[in-house]
């Protein structure tokens, strides 16, 4: 009863209304069995679906859910942390469900399937107002399942491909190249996939908004490139100013070759992570940061001086030239983040003091993420005294930083979240003027040896503690 009245008696707008403001799963699910009307209003309404383990037997269970639920929009479909002693998974067959009981079908998840093969790829090919596929390990399906996919669904603007070991052949990728429909891509982990292929997109590099690529990095160094391939990645233009996003992680970046030829020609680039990509040069990072006058956020982890002994005294290293590059030229730069490799040995000669620095006094950056830098000192936190923008300061494996650096924090314009990990310079000693000034908003401490959990009692409004020294044995 509300107010006087049955719930079956109130108007079916305000019922739709009173439904649609209950946003967790769980609550509408309680909901619809107060009633009737409640109940098929939620049936009605209901346009995403989570499932996994819990489904047993899969497909009926599946079936019935589908039926429920007419509207469906989005389906996730997870069996991570699956057993057989949970029941079989769906296979090929639940894929038919879907396809046949979800005409509305357009965004659709599979994590750790390992029962669904090419068959039923084949079954969602008849899903025409499918846009977003998700696939993240299912190791029975191959190129064959995903191309009968892109053929069917004409319209697929999102696809995201992770660990899908047996995917070894991408004239999928040149057909959907032709569609000119995709607009975000991810490729992680597909062993069979490399650099090279990503040519075969074509015309649909120009729609293009996001690209994720990540190399196994077992398989790294085993990839050779294909002598045809490399020439049309040099004699195409390679049509990508609406990328907004780019990531790319393990891979191989020569000159003149593969990946190489679209750094540079991102125009509207806002965010890029670079992630143990060997080969990349200076000239590229210039060349990105000219032509990137949008770039938001930059994330670049590059390999330690002696991690990779191959590049040794090589000028395709990194350098400070690359930082100020991007200090002149992208004036709406806000989130920094650079790390180097673990390796036995620091990194001293790449990025320095002075091109942090740069960065820093150049653009408005209000989140820096430092990972064992070792160039980065005290001196360096007495020059984030002037940070007029900076809200978010994380600090991991930053060794050269002791006490007297982080007892600066207290003067910081407008700090709000600190993170320390794995820190070893910095003791008790260095949160003095801190405790009681609750100048932060968040103090996070992870594995700081000399660091105690009393010693940072009201140093921010919320406070973070975890110790687990195994990372120095």
């Not at 697929?156 to 995917?167: F, G, M, P, S, T």
Request: with cysteine; hydrophobic share 40%.
């Amino acid at each position: 009863m509300i107010s006087g009245f049955a719930m079956d008696e109130l108007p079916e707008h305000l019922i739709w209304e009173i439904l649609g403001r209950i946003r967790k799963t769980v609550d509408r699910n309680s909901v619809s069995l107060a009633c009737k009307c409640l109940y098929e209003t939620d049936n009605e309404q209901r346009i995403s679906l989570r499932v996994g383990c819990g489904l047993d037997p899969a497909n009926e269970a599946l079936a019935s859910l589908c039926n429920r639920f007419p509207n469906l929009t989005k389906v996730e479909i997870t069996y991570a942390g699956w057993m057989s002693k949970l029941g079989k998974q769906m296979d090929d067959h639940g894929l038919s469900i879907l396809a046949g009981y979800c005409p509305l079908l357009s965004d659709l998840t599979l994590s750790y399937c390992t029962f669904v093969t090419d068959m039923g790829l084949r079954h969602l090919a008849s899903c025409s107002k499918l846009s977003a596929l998700k696939l993240n390990f299912t190791p029975r399906i191959t190129g064959c399942g995903i191309l009968s996919l892109v053929v069917g669904c004409r319209s697929l603007a999102v696809l995201h491909l992770i660990r899908c070991l047996n995917i070894n052949s991408v004239e999928w990728l040149e057909y959907l190249g032709k569609l000119e429909t995709l607009e975000d891509l991810s490729i992680k982990n597909c062993r069979a996939i490399g650099e090279a292929d990503l040519i075969k997109l074509g015309p649909s590099w120009k729609k293009l908004k996001r690209l994720q690529f990540e190399v196994d990095v077992n398989y790294r160094y085993m990839k050779v490139y294909d002598r045809l391939a490399v020439d049309r990645w040099q004699m195409q233009r390679i049509p990508c100013e609406n990328m907004q996003e780019l990531s790319l992680v393990n891979c191989i970046i020569s000159p003149g070759r593969g990946l190489a030829c679209i750094l540079g020609k991102c125009r509207n680039l806002e965010k890029i992570h670079l992630d143990m990509c060997v080969g990349v040069r200076d000239s590229d990072i210039v060349s990105l940061a000219q032509k990137s006058s949008n770039l938001r956020s930059i994330s670049l982890r590059v390999p330690s001086d002696f991690s990779m002994p191959l590049l040794m005294n090589n000028p395709l290293r990194l350098t400070d030239e690359s930082l100020k590059a991007i200090a002149l030229n992208c004036p709406m730069l806000e989130t920094v983040r650079i790390s180097f490799s673990d390796g036995e040995f620091p990194s001293f000669s790449s990025f320095t003091f002075n091109g942090i620095l740069s960065v820093i006094q150049n653009c408005p950056v209000r989140e820096l993420a430092l990972d064992h830098v070792y160039s980065f000192t005290d001196i360096g936190m007495e020059a984030l005294c002037s940070a007029q923008h900076l809200e978010t300061l994380d600090l991991v494996r930053c060794q050269e930083i002791s006490d007297e650096g982080l007892q600066l924090v207290s003067q910081f314009p407008r700090i709000r979240v600190l993170r320390l990990s794995k820190c070893l310079g910095i003791t008790d000693e260095g949160f003095k003027t801190l405790v009681g000034s609750y100048k932060l908003d968040l103090l996070a401490v992870e594995d700081c040896p000399q660091i105690s959990e009393r010693a940072i009692n009201g140093a921010a409004r919320s406070i973070l503690f975890r110790q687990d020294l195994s990372w120095m044995y």
